[in-house]
């Protein structure tokens, strides 16, 4: 399995959102043992905006992603996206995928991103953002990312969680799974997922909507929204996988989801 967009090979879908009415940039982000990557857009003039935590794929901060925090910006929110296993290792020079999770992204501990994620609400709140409204959304590993993250900070508000793993994890670290955490979210999270993705049985997602159901507040609020002819990673415009009708779908009850919690 290869992952052509690495190698340059560009679909025709993808989109580039513009940055008109945005402040946006890459930046150095300080982290308890220095500093990583980052990209951040938002609203130009604006202050106090609710925070998004946009979470990357396992490729790490692409354009794809920097794009993503543009839409989100465009709709009224301060995102910071990390590039998460920075110390780890260049995710951009993987095309294999199979060797980056092996290689790279079976390195990081859940530990490590939720310090970053941490580090990266707090410069948000220090440049125009409310550090007490706070979202999350990650895709694939980020995903799973955002079920988890949902659960370790107190100030996450909402969560929209984009095919992430339920019932495992990338790796030998991983302690812990998003089944594992339904008793401690803090804010309710919307899971959008594909029927046709072999990587995320159908079966969990009826174990994670029995366990939501059966959890806390944050919990019963939780919901899915599985769309029947989307594969894995059908938001990313820019790989074969793409499935516009059911990315046009997400991103709108995304954002309502936000706004109905922030």
Same mark, same amino acid.
């Given at each position: 399995?290869?992952?052509?967009?690495?190698?340059?090979?560009?679909?025709?879908?993808?989109?580039?959102?513009?940055?008109?009415?945005?402040?946006?940039?890459?930046?150095?982000?300080?982290?308890?043992?220095?500093?990583?990557?980052?990209?951040?857009?938002?609203?130009?003039?604006?202050?106090?905006?609710?925070?998004?935590?946009?979470?990357?794929?396992?490729?790490?901060?692409?354009?794809?992603?920097?794009?993503?925090?543009?839409?989100?910006?465009?709709?009224?929110?301060?995102?910071?996206?990390?590039?998460?296993?920075?110390?780890?290792?260049?995710?951009?020079?993987?095309?294999?995928?199979?060797?980056?999770?092996?290689?790279?992204?079976?390195?990081?501990?859940?530990?490590?991103?939720?310090?970053? +994620?941490? $580090?990266?609400? &707090?410069? %948000?709140? *220090?440049?125009?953002?409310?550090?007490?409204?706070? @979202?999350?959304?990650? /895709?694939?590993?980020?995903?799973?990312?955002?079920?988890?993250?949902?659960?370790?900070?107190?100030?996450?508000?909402?969560?929209?969680?984009?095919?992430?793993?339920?019932?495992?994890?990338?790796?030998?670290?991983?302690?812990?799974?998003?089944?594992?955490?339904?008793?401690?979210?803090?804010?309710?999270?919307?899971?959008?997922?594909?029927?046709?993705?072999?990587?995320?049985?159908?079966?969990?997602?009826?174990?994670?909507?029995?366990? +939501?159901? $059966?959890?806390? &507040?944050? %919990?019963? *609020?939780?919901?899915?929204?599985?769309?029947?002819? @989307?594969?894995?990673? /059908?938001?990313?415009?820019?790989?074969?996988?793409?499935?516009?009708?059911?990315?046009?779908?997400?991103?709108?009850?995304?954002?309502?989801?936000?706004?109905?919690?922030?």
């Amino acid at each position: 399995m290869s992952f052509s967009a690495a190698a340059g090979n560009v679909a025709p879908t993808v989109i580039h959102t513009d940055t008109d009415g945005l402040v946006h940039g890459d930046f150095k982000l300080p982290v308890a043992d220095g500093s990583i990557a980052a990209y951040y857009a938002a609203p130009e003039g604006r202050r106090d905006l609710p925070i998004v935590l946009v979470v990357q794929e396992i490729f790490g901060v692409h354009e794809h992603i920097k794009d993503l925090c543009r839409r989100v910006a465009k709709a009224g929110y301060l995102a910071v996206a990390a590039n998460l296993y920075e110390r780890q290792g260049d995710a951009s020079v993987y095309t294999d995928i199979p060797k980056l999770i092996a290689e790279l992204v079976s390195k990081v501990p859940d530990e490590q991103v939720f310090a970053d +994620l941490d $580090a990266s609400v &707090a410069w %948000a709140a *220090q440049n125009g953002g409310d550090a007490k409204r706070v @979202a999350v959304t990650g /895709f694939c590993w980020g995903g799973r990312l955002t079920w988890m993250y949902a659960a370790h900070n107190p100030d996450v508000k909402a969560g929209v969680a984009w095919y992430g793993k339920l019932s495992v994890g990338h790796g030998p670290l991983i302690k812990r799974v998003a089944f594992d955490v339904v008793n401690e979210l803090h804010g309710p999270v919307l899971g959008l997922y594909g029927a046709k993705d072999a990587s995320i049985p159908l079966a969990d997602i009826e174990t994670m909507k029995t366990k +939501l159901a $059966a959890g806390n &507040a944050a %919990a019963k *609020q939780s919901e899915f929204v599985v769309y029947p002819d @989307a594969d894995h990673a /059908f938001l990313a415009d820019y790989r074969a996988s793409y499935k516009p009708e059911a990315a046009k779908d997400g991103w709108s009850r995304m954002l309502a989801w936000f706004q109905r919690y922030l």
